[in-house]
Nanobody, 122 residues
């Protein structure tokens, strides 16, 4: 019913920048929340940045001042501009959305993209 497709990952040197994008498609009525998580090797998945259903923007402390999340409601997209990248930012980044589908419940359901790899070399 709903697909989230990420793009923009890759290999970059420390101090460099990357921009991730995610597009949601399918039978979408509304998007209540949307953002980015990441999972580094051997670690649990963690929030990077997200727009919440309450209209609040959350950032992980480790990325504040370096990463900026933005969204285009008309296109159902969310982007993550990552600057001053560090080796510890190396991870698989996942797009997340809490989405209400046409004919679905107002609470919405969680959807995830397949992930895009970001590797930051020192």
């Amino acid at each position: 019913q709903v697909q989230l497709v990420e793009s923009g990952g890759g290999l970059v040197q420390a101090g460099g920048s990357l921009r991730l994008s995610c597009a949601a498609s399918g039978s979408i009525f509304s998007i209540k929340a949307m953002g980015w998580y990441r999972r580094a090797l051997g670690k649990q998945r963690e929030l990077v940045a997200a727009f919440t259903s309450g209209g609040i923007t959350n950032y992980a402390d480790s990325v504040k001042g370096r990463f900026t999340i933005s969204r285009d409601n008309a296109k159902n997209t969310v982007s993550l501009q990552m600057n001053s990248l560090k080796p510890e930012d190396t991870a698989v980044y996942y797009c997340y959305g809490k989405i209400v589908v046409n004919g679905g419940t107002w609470a919405g359901s969680d959807y995830w993209g397949q992930g895009t790899e970001v590797t930051v070399s020192s």
